[in-house]
């Protein structure tokens, strides 16, 4: 028999160990993936900064590229393989039931990305989850609106495709630049709440769809990847730079956080908050055009007001904790100038991100074990359980 005294694991009596609540600084994974440095404000993805990745890959070749880290396979047709599984994941959408048909738009994406098939070749799975999340978002964005779902086409980039899927309308070469500069942006970001939950259920020697299923539901979450839907309702209520101040403080006031202000690894701005500003910027020509918001400059300025209050009214508050824009701030302002609704923000950080998902499952396989950590158990009163 096993001598209990052996183990570390909770077989043991733990009641002395202090938890690691939230898993700050715990180091759960070696990767190859993605590096955050917190204090430096500094991303490097797959031996590339953020800044790199955005401004000279486009989304295929960054799927290629992480998968390739993931798992040592190359992709070089990624694209015609993307298109044609859009395609297919767009004959799929009969089979789906009621799940497109939910009212919120990651309730809809969970349940409808739960039907993929997981096919033993992980590969291809990965290229038909990344195809079918950009293909069920846009779905169930036209299904809540009571439209005709839009067929993909398999000639177009995937951030071409997802952009004319989403609004019906041809994007301009710029807004498809954007948006791959912005899912450059987020493709992976170490070990944030999304891809653990995705390793977990990888460590279970479960299937890449049920991985990628439980990272939707973590990032639906508004402290994760909720947060850009209500920055947008934030700067839409100031509308005034004037009003940003007296506003923050009443918020502040009530106890509410402010959206897209505050990281747990970040110590300084998010260097992502920068990649979306020059993405912003990239689209000022267009601006006013029918698919760009109005006055997309004047939005910014906006934004940027605001940030600069928050930061400042987060200080005092929090003299001893940085509080600065994360990623989410300028995400905001990005995907509604490029037309796209406030409902679809998170299904299209899902887009981008399913694919860092998918690398990680594959890493993890490689050289993970059974992720299962312990608790401190402390015995309920009497009367309390
Ligand atoms: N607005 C106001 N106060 C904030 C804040 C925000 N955005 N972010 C953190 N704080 C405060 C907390 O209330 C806490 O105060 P307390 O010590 O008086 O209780 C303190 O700062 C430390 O915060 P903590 O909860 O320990 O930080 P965390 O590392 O757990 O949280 C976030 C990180 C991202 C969840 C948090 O900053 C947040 O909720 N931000 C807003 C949501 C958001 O933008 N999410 C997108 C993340 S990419």
Redesign the pocket.
């Known amino acids: 028999m096993a001598n209990l005294a052996d183990h570390k694991t909770d077989v043991a009596p733990t009641a002395t160990l202090t938890p690691a609540l939230?898993l700050e600084g715990v180091v759960v994974a070696e990767t190859q993936l993605s590096m955050v440095d917190g204090l430096a404000g500094r991303l490097e993805i797959a031996g590339h900064s953020v800044q790199e990745l955005a401004s000279s890959m486009a989304t295929e070749e960054v799927a290629d590229l992480l998968w390739r880290v993931g798992s040592g396979a190359h992709h070089p047709a990624i694209r015609a393989q993307l298109g044609a599984a859009r395609v297919t994941a767009h004959r799929n959408v009969r089979h789906l039931g009621d799940a497109l048909g939910q009212p919120d738009a990651m309730d809809a994406l969970r349940a409808s990305i739960a039907h993929v098939a997981a096919e033993a070749d992980e590969q291809r799975t990965a290229v038909a989850l990344t195809a079918s999340v950009a293909v069920f978002a846009a779905h169930a964005s036209w299904k809540r609106r009571g439209l005709k779902l839009v067929e993909p086409d398999p000639a177009l980039s995937h951030a071409e495709d997802y952009l004319r899927m989403l609004r019906g309308a041809p994007a301009r070469p710029e807004e498809a630049l954007a948006l791959q500069r912005y899912w450059a942006t987020v493709v992976d970001h170490g070990m944030n709440a999304s891809t653990f939950a995705a390793r977990v259920v990888a460590s279970t020697a479960s299937d890449l769809v049920s991985a990628i299923t439980a990272a939707l539901g973590a990032l639906k979450g508004?402290?994760?990847g909720g947060?850009p839907g209500p920055v947008l309702e934030m700067l839409n209520a100031i509308a005034d730079p004037e009003r940003a101040r007296a506003w923050l403080e009443a918020s502040?006031a009530r106890g509410e956080?402010?959206?897209?202000?505050?990281?747990?690894v970040y110590r300084v701005r998010d260097p992502r908050a920068e990649v979306l500003e020059g993405a912003v910027k990239s689209l000022f020509p267009l601006s006013g055009s029918s698919s760009a918001a109005p006055l997309l400059g004047e939005k910014l300025e906006l934004a940027r007001r605001v940030e600069q209050e928050a930061a400042q009214l987060?200080s005092v508050r929090?003299p001893d904790?940085p509080?600065s824009a994360?990623?989410?701030f300028y995400t905001a302002v990005l995907l509604d100038a490029l037309g796209i609704a406030a409902e679809d923000f998170t299904p299209t950080f899902a887009a981008g991100r399913v694919i860092g998902w998918c690398a990680h499952v594959m890493e993890q396989r490689r050289t993970g074990r059974l992720i299962r950590p312990t608790s401190t158990y402390r015995r309920p009163q009497q009367g309390q359980a």
């Open positions: 939230g508004p402290l994760h947060a502040l956080r402010i959206m897209g202000m505050g990281h747990r987060l929090h904790r509080l994360n990623v989410e």
